[in-house]
């Protein structure tokens, strides 16, 4: 099993910025794993943020938040990050990371579906 704990989410104003933080344990969990960030607003359906890949090499983004997110990883602490800037009412959601159980392709990286574990979740709220 593989337990991830998300923390960092609050209230911000338009503009403003947060960094998320996912701690990742258990014995199955590799450092090598994929990661992702996800959030889902109040009637909408969860969507993909963010991804990195292996040693953090690779990195990938949803439209909306290219050129303001970045996802970093630490592998000896075990924790990824989503550091967000130039926060927008849209961004009001609450943000998951998530670990697939091994490796996936990269094309299915930004697929909810690939991804086998999953936190509580963290709420960010954008205020205008």
């Known amino acids: 099993q593989v337990q991830l704990v998300e923390s960092g989410g609050g209230l911000v104003q338009v503009g403003g910025s947060l960094k998320l933080d996912c701690a990742a344990s258990?014995?199955?969990?590799?450092?090598?794993?994929?990661m992702g960030w996800f959030r889902q607003a109040p009637g909408k359906e969860r969507e993909f943020v963010a991804a990195?890949?292996?040693?953090?090499?690779?990195?990938y983004y949803a439209d909306s938040v290219k050129g303001r997110f970045t996802i970093s990883r630490d592998n000896a602490k075990n924790t990824v990050y989503l550091q967000m800037n130039s926060l927008k009412p849209e961004d009001t959601a609450v943000y998951y990371c998530?670990?697939?159980?091994?490796?996936?392709?990269?094309?299915?990286?930004?697929?909810?579906?690939?991804?086998?574990?999953w936190g509580q979740g963290t709420q960010v709220t954008v205020s205008s």
């Open positions: 258990g014995r199955t969990f590799r450092s090598t794993m994929p």
């Open positions: 990195v890949t292996l040693s953090g090499g690779n990195t």
């Open positions: 998530a670990a697939p159980r091994g490796l996936i392709a990269t094309a299915a990286m930004t697929s909810r579906y690939a991804y086998d574990y």
